[in-house]
């Protein structure tokens, strides 16, 4: 489809019905590229995602001296020296949090300077916990405004037997500990500290391809992870589809009642965004409150969805949302509000949709600001599917993720209006 800079859905008027598959997932690919990219050797990555967030970090890897092919649309030939070198020039990670915060800890294994720089949505996203961190190793590292750009001037090693995170805002802080310490010169435990921390899911999503690369990383209690000192190890690898990208697909064939074929089973995912599925299955009976904690990034799907159900539904533990690609919780209340006013109140952290199954049908004119943020471009395309005029703003940005969504939706039946 054709860059436009809004894009409005004509609903379908029938159900979805057909085959679309999710593409690859951008958390898991962006761990195997690192760890490929840190291994010694060629390994070939295969159902991997190629987006702006796996590009960003396809090519930060490349200007520290890693080789990647990509001969197929969905295959990464990963050629690593071992070692990675000092970037010329500032690595630009877009607003890619996975890439900003790996590569941000990857750095202190460079024997040199290596400055992580992203866009001024990224330089808004919180990384002075995981800078904290890595100083208390004897790193120099720094942030100046506590959020990217971060220089780290490595040399190449790091002494230290234990590391405390606070992963309070961000998992992904303790991931890129987790693998980063796995090039260390001594077993090292990573002990969580603070209070909660957003998805565990995330960190099981890392040991797991952290392991699957050679490394040796063990879960010792509830809070503490050893990860002993082996680099890691050349390997062909499979990456599994993107469970956040399925959510959409789930969301519409319950809103239009139809079936669709995903090509993989709810219950072959192993990343946390696949519990959403249980949620959106009850739909339009969706419980009285949800709790997002542990499958955040499904939470703007699951709450536009909650807008057509029967009964209204309070979100929790979506406090984190506030610092993802934009302020969720208001990106959501304001997407939902523009819609038809009263249908979302933010309640400190919480959301609460006041549901309204009567909207299916209408005609209501509704812009929604995407705030360049692909969940919730990709949300709201889900109300368009059931009220006439709703218009997505700056649709381009679900090529963070998944470039095809509207392709993907079009397959299905959805028509848009040409707005030029
Ligand atoms: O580790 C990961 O791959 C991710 C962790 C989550 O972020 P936080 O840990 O920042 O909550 C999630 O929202 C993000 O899309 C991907
Ligand atoms: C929060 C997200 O991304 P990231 O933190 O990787 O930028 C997301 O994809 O919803």
């Known amino acids: 489809m054709k860059s436009t800079d809004k894009l409005t859905i004509i609903p379908p008027g029938k159900p979805l ?14 761990r195997a590229l690192l760890l490929a990219g840190l291994a010694k050797g060629t390994s070939r990555l ?3 995602l190629k987006s702006d967030d796996t590009r960003y970090m396809a090519d930060a890897l490349r200007a520290m001296g890693v080789s990647i092919d990509e001969p197929d649309d969905t295959t990464f030939v990963v050629t690593g020296s071992g070692r990675l070198k000092p970037p010329k020039a500032p690595l630009f990670l877009g607003n890619a949090g996975t890439a900003t915060r790996f590569l941000t800890a990857a750095a202190a294994l460079v024997d ?3 400055v992580v720089d992203g866009d001024e949505h990224m330089r808004k996203r919180p990384i002075g916990p995981l800078v904290e961190a890595m100083r208390t190793l004897g790193i120099d590292v720094t942030a100046e405004t506590g959020c990217p750009p971060v220089t780290v001037k490595g040399t190449g090693r790091f002494e230290a037997d234990r590391i405390l995170i606070d992963g ?7 991931s890129a500990l987790l693998m980063m310490a796995a090039g260390g010169d001594r077993p090292v435990d990573i002990e969580l500290v603070g209070e909660d921390i957003g998805a565990l899911g995330y960190i099981d999503l890392t040991t797991a391809a952290m392991k699957a690369f050679g490394a040796n990383v063990e879960k010792t209690s509830p809070v503490i992870w050893r990860v002993e000192p082996t680099t890691y190890r050349a390997t062909d690898f499979i990456v599994e589809p993107d469970a956040s990208a399925a959510t959409y697909l789930w969301a519409a064939e319950v809103l239009s009642g139809g079936k669709i074929d995903l090509g993989v089973p709810n219950d072959a995912f192993t990343q946390p965004d696949a519990k959403a599925y249980e949620a959106i299955a009850k739909f339009p009976h969706l419980p009285a409150e949800i709790d997002g904690s542990q499958m955040q990034d499904a939470v703007p799907t699951i709450a536009v969805l909650a807008a057509f159900n029967e009964t209204p539904v309070r979100f929790v533990g979506i406090a984190n949302l506030r610092v993802k690609e934009c302020d969720r919780i208001r990106a959501l209340s304001t997407g939902l509000n523009n819609i038809r006013g009263g249908l979302a109140v933010e309640d400190g952290d919480d959301l609460i949709v006041h549901s309204d199954p009567a909207l299916a049908g209408q005609t209501l ?4 600001d995407s705030f360049a943020d692909h969940r919730i471009a990709m949300s709201f395309a ?6 006439d005029g709703i218009t997505i703003l700056d649709p381009d940005c679900v090529g963070k993720t998944f470039p095809a969504y509207w392709r993907t939706l079009a397959a299905l039946g959805v028509t848009y209006q040409d707005n030029d």
């Open 168 to 174: 309070g805002l961000s998992s992904q802080y303790v």
């Open 365 to 368: 004119l509704a812009e929604i």
């Open 382 to 387: 889900l109300a368009g599917l059931k009220i």
């Open 17 to 30: 019905s057909g085959r679309a598959m999710p593409p690859g997932s951008k958390s898991i690919t962006n």
């Open 46 to 48: 295969t159902g991997a």
């Open 112 to 114: 040199g300077t290596v």
